[in-house]
């Protein structure tokens, strides 16, 4: 792996394939040294003055997954579709302002808690906490301004396969009203067998809560290719948290037989998107923590994505027990993407792998609390594939 600083070298610091024609019209393709990359090139500065990086993971097949140093934000992931064409899946918008003015979360980085925390307030060890209320009554993805609005310290790591960077945050004891100073670190790796491993690791010096995800919204097809109804969908999920009108779950953990919420095989994400259904009617479409079915405490399948147009694949996998299906139905036509295409509802759909939304007002729920000594670990992978491979 190598690490190429725009600031200093301008060139790619990937090995290329490399064609030669030798004597008598013989074509000689040899692929030469193939190691992945880290690019890092700048991509503007912060409203308060920071300057923000733009980096790129880049394999030895020619995958790419860029990200940028503020929110961890991943701007476009570059994957084959069945023919072999790099396509970029994620949605994103082309400047960094864009990003810090009116952001749905697209790729970022969300804590201290993603999803939501009921009537923004909850107690630990007898103590009540009062968040920010940035959704209804709620608290959603870590308060006004979560890890998704931070610029995070991006260290290039060497020496894997693949490509890797790790990013650090310390968020200071009471930042956004929750306990503890909170160290986060969270590795991106952009593996030869295209997939994108995200690691999370945390500390605390005091008891808090915590709960980390990823907040990509995909579509399959690329971006700005159109709606993501045609994708076939499978959950690894019996069972599923229902929610009230403002999406805090009831406690109860619902059967998904017979619901538009069974994907336990595959289903296309618009065929019961408009059931009329009181859960569906409360997230206007999909927006629901699943119940991953599990056994033990390591990586387990969480979810499929297929869509049939590209042949695109995309697999994942987690250490986490819960993941949340939010099918983009809060976008609107006034987001418009990199390349100037509009955004509309359903136009790309995030799975964000989790502890399940208000835990640390369920004690039912697996606990989010972390402790001094303790340290938080947890993993997601992403693996694309087509149906050609
Ligand atoms: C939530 C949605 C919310 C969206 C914001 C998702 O994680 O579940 O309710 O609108 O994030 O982008």
């Known amino acids: ?108 980085l969300i804590g201290r808690y993603g999803n939501r ?102 579509n399959l097809a690329g971006d700005g290719v159109g709606g993501i109804g045609d994708h076939i969908l499978t959950i690894n999920a019996d069972r599923y948290t229902p929610v009230d009108a403002t999406l805090i779950p009831t406690g109860q953990l619902a059967s998904v037989s017979g619901t538009p919420f069974d994907f336990r095989q595959g289903m296309p994400i618009g065929a019961r998107i408009r059931a009329n259904d009181e859960q569906m009617i409360f997230g206007r479409g999909y927006d629901h923590n699943f119940v991953l079915n599990r056994s033990g405490s390591g990586l387990s399948f969480a979810a499929r994505a297929y869509d049939p147009r590209s042949g695109r694949i995309m697999e994942i996998s987690t250490t986490e027990p819960g993941i949340q299906f939010y099918s983009g139905n809060f976008l609107d036509s006034t987001l418009v993407g990199a390349a100037g295409q509009q955004y509309r509802q359903t136009d790309g759909f995030c799975l964000e792998t989790q502890h399940f939304p208000d835990s640390p007002n369920k004690p039912s729920f697996p606990t989010t609390v972390l402790k001094p000594g303790e340290t938080l670990k947890s993993t997601t992978i992403h693996k694309f594939s087509t149906d050609a491979s």
Do not use: C
């Open 1 to 108: 792996m190598t690490w190429v600083d725009h600031n200093i070298w301008h060139i790619w610091g990937r090995s290329v394939l490399g064609a030669a024609v030798l004597g008598m019209g013989v074509l000689l393709t040899a692929a030469v040294a193939a190691a992945g990359s880290v690019d890092k090139t700048p991509f503007g500065k912060t409203q308060d003055g920071k300057a923000v990086d733009l980096y790129t993971l880049t394999n030895d097949k020619g995958a790419s997954v860029k990200f940028i140093a503020y929110g961890g934000i991943i701007t476009a992931i570059n994957v084959p579709d069945r023919w072999g064409n790099l396509g970029n899946i994620v949605l994103g918008f082309k400047e960094l302002a864009d990003y810090e003015s009116k952001n749905p979360y697209f790729g970022a």
């Open 117 to 218: 925390i009921g009537s923004a307030k909850f107690s630990l060890d007898g103590t009540q906490y009062q968040l920010a209320a940035n959704n209804g009554p709620n608290s959603l993805h870590g308060g006004k301004k979560g890890f998704d609005k931070v610029v995070w310290a991006v260290e290039p790591l060497t020496g894997g396969s693949g490509a890797a960077a790790r990013l650090s945050y310390t968020s200071k004891d009471g930042e956004e009203g929750y306990p503890g100073a909170l160290t986060v670190g969270v590795t991106y790796t952009l593996t030869d067998d295209n997939e994108l491993r995200i690691d999370y690791e945390a500390t605390t010096d005091k008891p808090t809560v915590v709960n980390l995800t990823s907040h990509s919204y995909f």
